[in-house]
């Protein structure tokens, strides 16, 4: 199935907590994403059926599938999460194995698991003989450069059943700084039979490829590089694809996109959390634009639809009247 999906669009939606939820998936699905992964979902808390938790599993009206991405340390409670996950209409989970952030860390999960292959093995198997849909794992090149295990992580993967790994090509001890090692990505490719999907430092449509090329990958994960530029999306996929993509939006198809956006956000969450959600994304829509500091001063200060109408308005005249 995911080489499948693959072949058909490899670019893929990176899962990114607070970020990636059901209107960011269907953004960047209307952009030309190919495979979509949820926002990092606790399977403790789905185990206690926690309601806000529970509430990230709502998929109702995407395109499936959706892989929904699950994060813990117990086996069984792994397990257990991702079949109230695929309950709830998951069609692929993944595991993450790759979370920086010391909350999560200091729980033995995300990036800890790179420290605990054993464990990490048993999550795997106990996951996968869980659930009847495919089981990824996403994790990173190794905890630091005295701990570098991409290559033996993804053989454990691939031995515990997973369908898929994707590989970051930073250790954790970078989080997000730095270069990110491609090599590390292609050392995986060849060590197992499994698809491999490429994450780390695609800003453009022409890494996309580029990736694709110097690593063997089977799929290009994008995160940070399309906050804000949401249709890098459609325009890597395009690229890869026939070698050429559209030009880069202007002012009027941003804030299209950021009034889409956030009515999608309206719709799924309600519009006082909606909006006060939406401030980053705006932040980040209108980056690099004449007078964007202005710009993102005035946008933390937006509660309604109303107020985001008259943003929209207002940059508009602004930055044309700097351009004039």
């Excluded at 995911?2 to 960011?24: E, F, W």
């Excluded at 206690?48 to 990230?56: E, V």
């Excluded at 995407?62 to 109230?84: C, D, L, R, T, Y």
């Excluded at 709830?88 to 420290?115: F, S, T, W, Y």
């Amino acid at each position: 199935m995911i080489r499948r999906l693959l072949q058909q669009n490899p670019v893929v939606l990176a899962p990114m907590a607070g970020i990636t939820d059901k209107a960011m998936r269907i953004m960047a699905k209307e952009a030309g994403c190919g495979l979509c992964y949820s926002e990092m979902i606790s399977a403790k808390a789905l185990v206690y059926r926690n309601s806000k938790t529970l509430a990230l599993l709502d998929m109702i009206g995407e395109e499936q599938p959706i892989n929904v991405q699950i994060f813990g340390s117990e086996p069984s409670v792994m397990a257990e999460g991702a079949k109230i996950a695929v309950d709830k209409g998951a069609q692929m989970i993944d595991i993450n194995m790759g979370c920086p952030v010391p909350k999560v860390v200091r729980n033995q999960e995300g990036a800890a698991l790179l420290l605990n292959p054993k464990l990490a093995f048993e999550i795997i198997i106990k996951t996968v003989q869980a659930v009847s849909v495919p089981v990824t794992v996403k994790i990173r090149k190794g905890w630091d450069n005295d701990h570098i295990n991409a290559v033996e992580m993804a053989r454990l993967a691939q031995e515990g059943g997973a369908a898929a790994i994707a590989v970051h090509g930073r250790t954790r001890e970078q989080y997000y700084s730095g270069k990110a090692d491609w090599q590390i990505i292609k050392a995986v490719k060849e060590a197992v039979a499994i698809p491999v999907i490429g994450n780390g430092d695609i800003f453009k449509p022409e890494d996309a490829k580029t990736m694709l090329e110097e690593t063997g990958c089977d799929g290009v994960m994008i995160g940070r590089g399309a906050l804000g530029k949401v249709w890098l999306y459609g325009q890597a996929a395009q690229y890869i694809a026939q070698g050429t993509y559209a030009a880069e939006v202007d002012l009027t198809a941003r804030n299209n996109l950021i009034w889409r956006h956030a009515q999608l956000a309206t719709q799924f969450k309600g519009e006082t959390i909606a909006l006060k959600e939406m401030r980053k994304f705006v932040a980040w829509y209108y980056k690099g634009l004449p007078h964007s500091a202005k710009l993102r001063q005035k946008v933390n200060h937006i509660e309604t639809l109303v107020d985001l109408q008259n943003l929209l308005k207002e940059t508009e005249e602004i930055v044309n009247a700097s351009l004039s």
